[in-house]
Each structure stands twice: as structure tokens, then as C-alpha cells.
């Protein structure tokens, strides 16, 4: 009897799912959005599948739908798809503005990191020679530091936001489906539950990306 071998690489299963499902995914060339909620659709399609585990699933959605190529097509009026490529609802605004600021967050955090790393690797050529510290006649330093002190800064004015109250939720009062919000670093998120396992409960965020929290992180 063959023994069938688990996928546990987040490529692997990518690609498992391109081939399963080529209308949903896509490894290269345009990708399409996803419809909410599309893991439960998935692990129901793959439920007989041994090779593939709902964990190992959730952590590939969730890094397919974390790419900046994918978070670059979720704009307004594109239409999200289900597993057979079939068009189910159109994207509004809030879900396009949270993809734009989590694609920009990325290539920022990218692009530093990078800089970083740049700089790390650039030769170390000490510190400035004593001809240049000799050639800044102090009369300079005066002028100049006078120069700073006539420029005064206007303090920006801050605009506050007013923010919804947030209402706690209890266990008993949500349900696989159920629209809520959730709380990541100081924004809450609008969110869909899709698996409520123990004390553990995941979401499908607006952009389409699929995260495990817990109910204190959950409000209404």
C-alpha cells in the first residue's frame, strides 16, 4: 500500500492548490482575490486530502494573501473569487485602503531592512581627519549655529479621528461567519470569524488574509 507523503512547505502547498484549483490560484502571472471566508470552502474540498492538514493550509492562505502581489489587485470594483473562479462580490473601499497601507507597511519594512543590510556591508573608513575638524574655524560654528536658532518650527496641528467604540463579544454570541472586528496593535480591523477552535478563533480580514487570535482580541 503507497503512503501517501504530507506537504508541509508553504510552496508546496501553493502549488498543490494551483493544480487543484487553477481558476482560484495562480503561481505566476495575475492573481485573483480571494472570497472571504474561502478557507473553510477549501478544508470542505479537502477534507478526504491526507496530505494536506487545516493548519498547514491556513499558513499557506495566509502567505499567499500577504504577497505584494496579491495585496496589489485588491482594489474597488475588482470581484473576489471562490474556489471554481467564480466572480461572488465586489471589493469596497475599506478593504482596498487596508491592502494599500498593508502592502505600503511591507515595502517600507522591506526597503529598510535592505538599506540596512546595504550599509552593514559597506568598508569602515574611520573617523574624519583632523585637517577637516582644524579648516571648521569656530567664528563658523557661531554663524551657523545662530543660523539654526533664527528657524523657528511651526508645531504641526493634530487632527483626532473619532474611533467607534468597541463591545466586547462573548463566546456564546459568535459563530463561524459572523462580522466582527479585531484588534491588531492600536486599529481594529473588520474581519469574518471562519474557524472557532477551542479558545482559539480565526479570521479572514477585509484584505483577505487569514490570522488566529482569541475572543478578548474580538469585538462587535
Not at 68 to 76: A, N
Request: proline residues 4%; hydrophobic residues 30%.
Amino acid at each position: 500500500m503507497e503512503t501517501e507523503i504530507k506537504r508541509t512547505s508553504t510552496k508546496d502547498i501553493i502549488a498543490y492548490l494551483t493544480e487543484k484549483f487553477p481558476e482560484c490560484f495562480s503561481i505566476k502571472g495575475p492573481v485573483k482575490p480571494l472570497k472571504i471566508g474561502i478557507f473553510q470552502d477549501l478544508a470542505e474540498k479537502l477534507d478526504d486530502d491526507e496530505t494536506v492538514s487545516k493548519t498547514r493550509l491556513r499558513q499557506a492562505l495566509r502567505h499567499y494573501t500577504s504577497s505584494w502581489r496579491y495585496l496589489k489587485v485588491i482594489k474597488v470594483g475588482n470581484s473576489r473569487v471562490d474556489v471554481d473562479g467564480k466572480d461572488v462580490a465586489e471589493i469596497d473601499e475599506d478593504q482596498a485602503a487596508y491592502a494599500s497601507k498593508t502592502l505600503k507597511e511591507s515595502q517600507e519594512k522591506f526597503g529598510n531592512k535592505k538599506a540596512t543590510d546595504n550599509d552593514a556591508k559597506k568598508p569602515y573608513k574611520g573617523k574624519q581627519g583632523s585637517t577637516e575638524a582644524a579648516n571648521n574655524k569656530p567664528a563658523d560654528k557661531k554663524r551657523e549655529s545662530t543660523k539654526f536658532k533664527t528657524v523657528k518650527s511651526t508645531p504641526k496641528k493634530t487632527v483626532k479621528k473619532e474611533v467607534e467604540p468597541l463591545k466586547s463579544v462573548e463566546s456564546t454570541t459568535i459563530n463561524v461567519g459572523s462580522k466582527v472586528r479585531v484588534q491588531l496593535g492600536n486599529s481594529p480591523m473588520k474581519a469574518t470569524i471562519t474557524e472557532i477552535s477551542g479558545k482559539d478563533i480565526s479570521v479572514q480580514l477585509d484584505s483577505g488574509m487569514v490570522i488566529k487570535t482569541q475572543l478578548q482580541n474580538i469585538y462587535l
